[in-house]
């Protein structure tokens, strides 16, 4: 799962801890003669130098032995100076999540996302306003980059409008329940959900006194929290089984993204 809610950056010994990969200073040896090696580390040089730390990084297990050490990876940058305050005393730091691989099958992309101080809760953002930017490794450049952030940093007062029309607007109990049948599509498929029993009351209950609205910002923080976390369970036959934490942070972006575009879809145009 995606830790969002670290507060500390991390240093240089940390980080290649948790993630080896980002030190890679050459390509896997499968990438062919063409291809051109921008090691991550490059950028997160760059980063710093816009004022984004690095708070959290993880990468995905290697599927073959030529790519281990190149392989896909995360790194989470939150920059201290950019802080959406809430009139409700909801404080949202913007985040920067950047995912890149050395076996030359992935571009850089960088993903919007947000993290709640009042729950510990990390969304990843995926809108036309603050979605996600790729950029190529052949001709990067630090002025590239810089464009790039400040391109995803200038969409911020849009992104800081969705977040107050979903506080904006009041959801009845069949709604949030909807929502909540709609959020399993993003971890079970058709034939599962139809074979599943899932107390959906279960999945729309707060977990915490902040989150108790009715307005579709706290029901959706609700729902994200519990599918992401595997906070539910659901029956097969006579069997009652306990829904998994997410922890591959690909699959964590894919449901954090689909769960975001689902409550934004109830925003009236």
């Given at each position: 799962m995606l830790d969002l809610e670290k507060m500390t950056f991390?240093?240089?010994?940390?980080?290649?801890?948790?993630a080896p990969t980002v030190f890679a200073l050459k390509p896997s040896s499968d990438v062919s003669e063409k291809y051109t090696h921008i090691p991550t580390l490059k950028?997160?040089?760059?980063?710093?130098?816009?004022?984004?730390?690095?708070v959290d990084a993880t990468q995905v297990k290697a599927r073959k032995l030529s790519t281990k050490g190149f392989?896909?990876?995360l790194v989470t940058f939150r920059n201290p100076d950019v802080v959406i305050?809430?009139?409700?005393?909801?404080?949202?730091?913007p985040q920067i999540l950047l995912t890149n691989s050395h076996d030359g099958k992935n571009a850089f992309t960088f993903t919007a996302?947000?993290?709640?101080?009042?729950?510990?809760?990390?969304l990843v953002v995926a809108d036309k306003e603050f979605g996600a930017l790729k950029m190529r490794h052949m001709g990067y450049t630090f002025e590239q980059l810089q464009v790039k952030i400040l391109e995803m940093v200038e969409?911020?007062?849009?992104?800081?409008?969705?977040?107050?029309?979903?506080?904006?607007?009041e959801l009845d109990k069949k709604q949030k329940k909807a929502l909540a049948?709609?959020?399993?599509?993003?971890?079970?498929?058709?034939d599962q959900i139809k074979a599943f029993k899932i107390d959906l009351d279960k999945l729309i209950d707060p977990v915490r006194k902040e989150d108790c609205g009715n307005d579709l910002w706290s029901v959706f923080n609700v729902i994200q929290e519990k599918i992401i976390d595997g906070d539910f369970e659901y029956k097969i036959?006579?069997?009652?089984?306990?829904?998994?934490?997410?922890?591959?942070?690909k699959q964590d972006l894919k449901v954090n993204k689909e769960l975001f575009e689902m409550a934004t879809e109830l925003i009236p145009n």
């Open positions: 991390l240093t240089r010994e940390q980080l290649r801890t948790q950028v997160i040089d760059d980063m710093e130098k816009l004022g984004w730390k690095v392989q896909k990876h305050n809430g009139d409700d005393g909801d404080t949202v730091f996302g947000l993290f709640r101080m009042i729950c510990s809760n990390g969409s911020l007062p849009l992104t800081v409008e969705t977040l107050n029309k979903m506080k904006q607007i049948k709609k959020a399993l599509t993003t971890r079970f498929n058709k036959g006579t069997k009652i089984r306990k829904a998994r934490q997410i922890k591959n942070f």
